[in-house]
């Protein structure tokens, strides 16, 4: 059924970034609406229940100290938080050394360890000479997009023990493999999170010190609340007409939205595959062209307790073996199962997640029990998301560049192009990926068009 809607301000995409511009649009007087595809709002958030009263995150989960707004929007929407569970040691198995317990590996490889402390400082240096609006700019730009992280990494020096590591950690924040990406993409990744030790999962605190009371989609359910006359759901966006000063949105399904200006809050793949008329410049074409999202999946082992703890263990696990590169200890405080999170990331996430859900989860079983012992072998739940799958996200954590499209065709990320603005946390200088970067994004998009249309 056709229906014809107005507002100031068009949104497309009802996650963290849109819902953010929506209320910030609205705070300065203005009328937005967002045009969400899905059935529901929060995009890369998923919280579900596992068993009843059992929250776990399939999405975003964490968020680290220096995620401000993520706090403030926590507070705002009285969605109280609990730290992440560090206690104990982490069990490595890496290059054959069987299973170790951290003192243990830390003793064995402390020189490969100090090592990578030292690629760690000199990551930290290069990236702070990238301006993090302007990678492009960075005074060595072109030498470092032109190769990729993986070949920079390889060029260190560094032993098997400490380039797979290196490698681990990596691909925990970007979930593609470091030969995929641009050694300037990696740069300004770290940039906008400010130094490596908050960045890679191997340090603790950093991105990953706090969690959410009752799950991260607390945050969009309440915020979609204080917005929810403004949001449209099973509306998804197929063609963007547009001039200088107008919009007309079109949905499938009929529905038509007019606007001033159009905020288009989804990850750079998916706004490329939106029709516009007249069509976009070939530069911002072959950008979204470029910007595959990563690759990783989630999978949840729930027991009747967290019998690891008990043995000294923090839940977490390093393996090169695998199928899970990295785990955690995903316990809610005040509910006594245990609950282990296992990450498939990267090159890991296309094989396993192909699989049928009863060999993956085999797979991940037996590596569970070479960390844990037999007890890991009898979960009361399992569960498991994908993410490429999903129509209206395909892959995540983000959208990653390969080599040269920084220098190429960055600048074509964020520009508005006439009545058009672009947001989602891909296009996010601060916390860049992270839902940081999406409350970032959606507020500085909603700054520059309420600017225009309140001169
Ligand atoms: C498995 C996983 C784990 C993560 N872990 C963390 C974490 O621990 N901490 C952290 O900070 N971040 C984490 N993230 C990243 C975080 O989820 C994202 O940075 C953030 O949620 C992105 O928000 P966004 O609004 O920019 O984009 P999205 O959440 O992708 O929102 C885009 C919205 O647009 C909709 N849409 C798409 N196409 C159309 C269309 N054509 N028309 C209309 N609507 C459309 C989508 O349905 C979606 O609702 C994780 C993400 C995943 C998937």
Redesign the pocket.
Known sequence: MSRNMEADVVI???????MIAARTVLAAGLTPLV????TR?????LTEEVAPGLPVE??????GDTHERMFALAAELDVETFPQYEEGETSYELVGSGVLRENDFHTRYADELASLERVFRELDQLAAEVPVDAPWLAPRADAWDAITAGAWYDAQGLSVVARTLLEICTVGILAVPTVEVSFLHLLFTIQTCGVTSELFAESEGG??TTRFVGGTSEIPRRLAALITDHIVLE???QLIEHSADSVTVHCRGGITARGRRVIV???PT?AGR?MYDPPLSGVRDQLTQRMPNGS?M?AFFVYDEPFWRADGLNGQLISDIGPARMSNDTCIPGDDHGVLLLFLEGQQARTFGRMPTGERRSALTAELVRHYGDKAAHPEFYVDGE?SDRQ??RG???ANLGPLVWTTYGAALSAPIGAIHWA???TATYWS??????VE?GERAARAVIAELTR
């Open positions: 497309v995409g009802a996650g963290l970034s849109g045009l969400e595809a899905d709002v929060g995009g890369r958030i399939i999405g975003a989960q964490w968020i991105a990953q509306a998804p966006v809050a989804v990850s998916l939106i990783s989630k993410w209206w996200t995540c954590y983000n989602s946390t891909d990926a992270y839902m940081e970067g999406a994004a």
